[in-house]
């Protein structure tokens, strides 16, 4: 399985890191010939206004919306969940995402005071042990559409979802040296989905 890390700004080192120690090998794109190539993208946290602008200047925001729309699986973290969702709410004005995970977010939603926080959350993946999440000017999950399964929750708030080929997170699992959600995507998200196709 090739995957793709967004490389255009935001936290792309860190998901390449624990994207190899789930044994794929990551390849960080923002080329169209780059994302031509890959089966599944990660969309890193960061800048989600900044990355969207980027993706239109690079030439690449048609492309990865069509894949994404296509069937590509991809996880977002934070600004890569922003990214992913099909409505923004706190936008900036004019501000575009790739879309098609069927949520609505809300930016920075958890307040500007307390910016950052760190908490212990379940995540359903089926384990018990608890997850150490890092948020960061994150956002949070409004509305969910029928397709969309919520994952994990801070004081009722949605923070982690995921539909058949896209998952999500508010947090950032690539900052916290436990790989366990990119496992996740890697395991039960995108290589299912791919092995459909074949
Ligand atoms: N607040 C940022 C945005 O709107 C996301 C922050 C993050 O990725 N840590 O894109």
Redesign the pocket.
Known sequence: MKVGVLALQ?DVREHISSLITCGVNPVAVRRSIEIDQIDALVLP?????TIAQLSEVFGIYNQIRDRIADGMPVYG???GM?LLANEILDAKEGQKSFGGLDITVR??AFGRQVDSFESDIAFNDGSADLVHAVF????WVEHVGESVHVLAAVDKHPVAVRSERLLATSF?PELTGDHRIHRYFIEEVARPALEKVK
Do not use: K, L
Request: proline share 6%; with cysteine.
């Open positions: 935001g946290g960061g800048e989600s206004t973290s934070c600004a922003i930016r920075n960061i000017r994150a956002p950032h």
